[in-house]
Antibody, heavy 119, light 110 residues
């Protein structure tokens, strides 16, 4: 049973860079079948796709965030990571990592981590 | 403003049938599979429908879904109190290389 676990940065300041890691257990990240994905959900709002990466490291990003976001994979640690820079209060959200089986079919999710951007 | 349009809320009494709609366009729902997620308070979403109408193992057959053109719907029959949750629709967006979501519908079991 594959499980995902996000790191927990908690409170970050405006203009800083958010760094999150998703650890994959119970299975290997080395599979061409899956997109390893980051999403976020602002308080009381819907879900937003941030981007996804393959185990090869090739990544795709939401155009609305592309200038500020970077995704990476560390196959030796079975982890994938998110960096989002130039943070503002609008980036306050619960951030989820998830496994995409087929174009929007997220079959495994992390529990989510609340990121608050405030000074 | 979400790309896919859902009603903000629906409600029903135990045993009733409720339907949640999801409206999109030819670049998402119209040309791709639709997925439905259930989200309980404080929890991550859980897929209840994939490939527009398929139920994962473990999801009760009270959950069903369909798609027609650029619209989709989720139907829950024999409503139970445990079904009270937020429900989101999702579909791949051509040109985005990623999925788009509905704003979510809060289902209240009265």
């Amino acid at each position: 049973q594959v499980q995902l676990q996000e790191s927990a940065p908690g409170l970050v300041k405006p203009s800083q860079t958010l760094s999150l890691t998703c650890s994959v257990s119970g299975g290997s990240i080395r599979s061409a079948e899956y997109y390893w994905t980051w999403l976020r959900q602002s308080p009381g709002k819907g879900l937003e796709w941030i981007g996804h990466t393959y185990y090869s490291g090739r990544a795709f990003y939401n155009p609305s965030l592309k200038s500020r976001v970077s995704l990476s994979v560390d196959t030796s640690k079975n982890q994938f990571s998110l960096k989002l820079n130039s943070l503002t209060a609008a980036d306050t959200a619960v951030y989820f990592c998830a496994r995409d089986v087929n174009g929007g079919h997220f079959d495994v999710w992390g529990q989510g981590t609340l990121v608050t951007v405030a000074s | 403003q979400s790309v896919l349009t859902q009603p903000p809320s629906v409600s029903g009494t135990p045993g009733q049938r409720v339907t949640i709609s999801c409206s999109g366009s030819s670049s998402n729902i119209g040309g791709n599979s639709v997925f439905w997620y259930q989200q309980l308070p404080g929890a991550a979403p859980k897929v209840v429908i994939y490939s527009s109408s398929q139920r994962p193992s473990g999801v009760p057959d009270r959950f069903s879904a369909s798609k027609s053109g650029a619209s989709a719907s989720l139907t829950i029959s024999g409503l139970q109190s445990e079904d009270e949750a937020h429900y989101f629709c999702a579909a791949w967006e051509d040109g985005l290389s990623g999925p788009v979501f509905g704003g979510g519908t809060k289902l209240t079991v009265l």
